[in-house]
């Protein structure tokens, strides 16, 4: 009775992280070890990345309860998602792959994002190279900075233009 009562906590508490969540990203846990976990934790907390970690029966159970399909789901997995950004957690795991010295591609399962599945490297570019909405606003202030010195600049040359052949 216990055990049931725990799993129904587990289970509502990642449902929750889970419909909160803007992308999430499914990674093996083959071959990794508790200290590299605790890496992996201690640099994502820095970036507000939820991590879960359980095993299949449960993944099964909050998936289900939210509809996202899982795709040959075998072991256990590291679960990151990020309520903001879809990229921050790949780029966690890039971050923390090069620190242990392995490739992320061989331990990335697939990234779920707006509704889809992306598996292949191509997506998988696609996605770590999305911007999150604050880095996005100040390049398009830094552009429309930029065109509005150009167009004062254009008016200013055509004023001088103007001013000269006025003067002839």
Known sequence: MKKNLNKKKIVLKNNVIINNSISISFFKLDNIKSNQI?????????????????????????????????????????????????????????????YNNINYKDYLNFIYFDKKIYKTDEEIEYISNISDIKSLLIKFCIILKNISIIKLYNTLKLLKKNKKNDNK
Do not use: M, Q, T
Request: proline residues 3%; charged residues 30%; contains cysteine.
């Open 38 to 98: 605790n890496y992996l934790r201690k640099i994502s907390k820095k970036k507000s990345i939820k991590i879960i970690i359980c095993k299949n029966k449960l993944l099964d159970i909050i998936f289900k309860r939210n509809n996202i399909p899982l795709l040959n789901i075998k072991n256990n997995n590291i679960i990151l998602c990020h309520e903001e950004n879809p990229s921050i957690s790949l780029n966690i795991f890039k971050e923390f792959s090069k």
